[in-house]
């Protein structure tokens, strides 16, 4: 049986609620796109067709005990939402009551919120290109619903856990979020997806909506195995005067694709989009990155940075659009990459599409190895190679977790990178 007809035969099990029609228009998306290849250009470096596997399963029931996975953020206050497996876990997760905010499962919500959900639900993505979106729309059941009403200032930030902690390897997780930011608000959120289990793959959506003046400050951290398959996508809609931040951090991944897009939909809005990846023994990490400017008087910038050892690869695709009417665009894109090895490999293509003429753009790849004069400066000093090589690593990839906004998150992330290195510093 192919992977499309296991698709196909999955299909007809699962519940389609009220959106029969939307996802049966995913699905024949789907089947029309097929599971992309190194002939499709957007997919050329990455070749997940090897790496999904022949039979996929649903699965319904939730086999962990997530408490001490997640200590780490115990003491934060804050909302906290937890997935198991791709089901919502009201044991484990702890909501904290706010006037103006409204969060948790998506599948439970969205009949209460129904005009909400209808007006945005699918909107942001486009399942006529996007094969794993399309995918994902088909059958994804559950995930996050956050709900921000109009000038509510939420105080403490919302933690979305996804945990994979499945004893089979044949698991289909399809996870939707969908975030509304209603105008003069403002939100902190975290998601952070961990595989706790061997081989795992998952499919995520994100659909984020930003209304007028105001701001979403959004970390979305990947600290799984080096056994975990992934394709995440978090599509993000402007309006005017709204203020988006993203930051991607990505420490594991037997294979990680990321598509973050951000659409400049209103004057005046803002986008910063930030990543981080790690890259070591055989992972492959894939960031897409697309801001699509189409009005004027905007402003985005992206600075991504890896580290890649070992025999792994990186992927950086990183799209800046300015259309017709989108004068005064001012747009600043960087990529830089670190290779620790001869085996390493990166595949970096910055693109810039202009079709206005008063607007401000720029962008800059660069890929190289560890300065050797640097590296002799520390060995020079009585620090080991190893420790020296660290060293170098962590102050060329700490910047993008020194933006973090959350002090708690920027410390735990801090900490994380060094365990990554292999450093005490």
């Not at 009201?90 to 209460?112: C, F, R, W, Y």
């Not at 005064?328 to 910055?350: F, G, I, R």
Request: one cysteine or more; charged letters at 25%; a negative charge.
């Amino acid at each position: 049986m192919s992977f499309t007809d296991n698709i196909e035969t999955i299909f007809e099990t699962i519940d389609k609620d009220n959106l029969s029609a939307v996802r049966e228009s995913a699905l024949s998306s789907f089947k029309t796109l097929g599971l992309p290849s190194a002939r499709h250009e957007e997919w050329k470096y990455t070749h997940i067709k090897t790496k999904l596997p022949e039979t996929l399963r649903l699965v319904a029931s939730q086999e962990s005990q997530v408490a001490s996975k997640l200590k780490y953020f115990n003491s934060i206050k804050g909302t906290k939402l937890v997935f198991i497996n791709g089901v919502f876990s009201a044991e484990s997760s702890v909501i904290i009551d706010q006037s103006g905010l409204t969060v948790g499962s998506l599948k439970e919500l969205s009949s209460q919120h129904e005009a909400i959900f209808t007006k945005h639900f699918n909107k942001a993505t486009d399942i006529s290109k996007e094969n794993f979106a399309a995918l994902n729309t088909a059958f994804a059941q559950d995930g996050a619903f956050i709900y921000v009403k109009k000038n509510t200032i939420v105080e403490a930030p919302v933690f979305v856990f996804h945990i994979y902690d499945h004893a089979s390897a044949d698991i289909f997780t399809q996870s939707r979020n969908l975030i509304v930011v209603e105008e003069n608000a403002d939100i902190t959120i975290v998601e952070d997806f961990q595989n706790n289990n061997g081989e795992k793959f998952y499919n995520h959506v994100s659909e984020v909506f930003i209304g007028q003046n105001a701001e979403v400050n959004y970390s979305l951290l990947q600290l799984h195995n080096q056994h975990t398959t992934s394709v995440n996508y978090v599509e993000a809609r402007l309006e005017k005067d709204a203020r988006y931040h993203i930051t991607t951090v990505t420490l594991d991944g037997k294979l990680v694709r990321n598509n973050i897009n951000a659409y400049m939909d209103g004057e005046n809005s803002l986008a910063t989009l930030n990543g981080l990846y790690i890259g070591k023994e055989a992972n492959h990490i894939d960031n897409h990155i697309l801001v699509d400017h189409r009005v004027p008087n905007c402003n985005s910038h992206q600075v991504y940075k890896g580290v890649l050892d070992d025999q792994s690869t990186g992927v950086f695709n990183g799209k800046i659009f300015v259309q017709k009417d989108a004068q005064k665009t001012n747009a600043y894109q960087s990529s830089k990459a670190v290779l620790l090895s001869d085996e390493a490999s990166m595949n970096s293509k910055p693109q810039l599409e202009i079709f206005a003429d008063d607007v401000k753009c720029s962008h800059g790849a660069a890929i190289g190895q560890m300065s050797k004069n640097e590296l002799f400066y520390l060995l020079a000093r009585g620090i080991d190679k190893e420790t020296a090589r660290g060293i170098l690593t962590y102050a060329f990839a700490n910047e993008i977790i020194a933006a973090v906004k959350l002090p708690e998150l920027r410390t735990y992330l801090d900490d994380k990178l060094k365990e990554k290195l292999n450093i005490t510093i």
